[in-house]
């Protein structure tokens, strides 16, 4: 029993994924003996090629049977829908473009998507993107970010976080201190910036001070060495990125969220001893273990919470960390609401098609 609480206690920080559209036995267990803080959904959790009502109801479902098996009544229910190619729902859920083209329409569509987030019980966007699209060859950013300069990229994300707020949606920036200048994609492996902090201050570091001066209250890491920095950890596990730039110098007393530990860049790492103990350290208080990426099995999760478990039954990770991190967790969640599935009216719909359209066309209309 005292191995199953601490295993829980980690639930406290765990952003878990799903297998598929129902829940498979592994789901179950994860789910009721993690008991996670949050879940991430993909398109593989929700149902394609029906009718909106049919895959509508499916997700209903789903989302109504994870807060069964965690026993929570609150929870994350967070996605990635950045727009472009980083949409996960089925239509009519709507297709708006890369935040690269939306430009002064930024907050009118961010609006619009957390009314559709809303609609599917989603209270968490891992957006906006706070990444610079300063370097054209890069696999994993490029339009993803909002612009190609600091400023196009502080004044745009700013719009679009504030129009998820409007519409009661929390949101994320992300990849701290910054993705859009690597030529790696970490999702495959390591990438490495030979960057300054000063070089960091006068361009990547600028998005995510604007955004933190918005009250912002997440902010996710990136998987990137900068060698620099830190010569031997990634920014994800990097007092020197973490604690002494994000937290000290730019003053973000947010909750800071790990980018996915299913991820090559960082996935090998994790199943080391200790090294969930020196991410606490370094300043993260909440993980990403989508299931998606490394490996749909959930051993990669239950070594990442049992050496969790480790660290603290040995003393490496101290308790007052741990609870602190809890502490800026709960004080989110206390705030963040709850929404009910719910199917969307066909007028709004259409409205929101149609801003979409009109974003597409930049010269005519943005």
Not at 2 to 19: A, C, D
Not at 72 to 84: P, V
Not at 247 to 263: A, C, I, N, P, Q
Not at 310 to 317: I, Q, R, V
């Amino acid at each position: 029993m005292p191995v199953l609480q601490n295993l829980e206690r980690f639930g406290h920080h765990l952003i878990l994924g799903i297998s598929g559209t129902q829940l498979s036995d592994e789901d179950k267990r994860a789910l009721n003996e993690l008991k996670p803080i949050g879940v991430i959904f993909f398109g593989q959790n929700f149902v394609n090629g029906v009718p909106y009502r049919v895959w509508l109801q499916s997700f209903q479902q789903l989302s109504q049977q994870i807060r069964e098996y965690t026993e929570r009544a609150s929870m994350f229910f967070t996605l990635d829908h950045e727009g472009g190619r980083v949409v996960r729902t089925p239509l009519p859920i709507t297709r708006f473009p890369y935040a690269l083209l939306l430009r002064s329409h930024s907050r009118e569509v961010a609006k619009a998507t957390g009314i559709e987030l809303k609609s599917l019980g989603i209270n968490l966007s891992w957006s906006p993107v706070a990444d610079i699209f300063s370097y054209p060859q890069n696999p994993i950013i490029g339009p993803r970010a909002f612009g190609i300069t600091p400023e196009t990229a502080s004044k745009h994300s700013i719009e679009y976080y504030q129009g998820l707020k409007e519409a009661g949606i929390l949101g994320c920036a992300k990849h701290f201190p910054g993705h859009g200048d690597t030529n790696k994609d970490s999702h495959i492996e390591l990438p490495i910036l030979n960057l300054s902090l000063e070089e960091l201050r006068s361009r990547e570091l600028i998005p995510f001070k604007a955004l933190i001066a918005e009250q912002i209250p997440i902010i996710m890491t990136a998987h990137i060495l900068f060698p620099q920095i830190d010569p031997d950890l990634p920014a994800t596990l990097s007092r020197a990125i973490l604690k002494n730039i994000l937290r000290e110098e730019l003053g973000f007393e947010g909750v800071v969220v790990s980018d996915d530990l299913d991820m090559r860049a960082v996935a090998d790492m994790f199943t080391q001893s200790g090294t969930v103990a020196r991410a606490f350290y370094a300043g993260c208080d909440l993980f990403i273990v989508s299931r998606n990426i490394h490996t749909s099995s959930i051993e990669h999760t239950y070594k990442i919470a049992e050496d969790f478990v480790e660290s603290l039954n040995n003393g490496s990770l101290a308790e007052s960390v741990v609870e602190a991190a809890k502490e800026r967790i709960e004080q989110l969640l206390a705030v963040t609401p709850q929404y009910a599935v719910q199917m969307l009216d066909k007028q709004t719909l259409v409205q929101h098609a149609e801003l979409a359209i009109a974003c597409t066309f930049e010269d005519a209309v943005c």
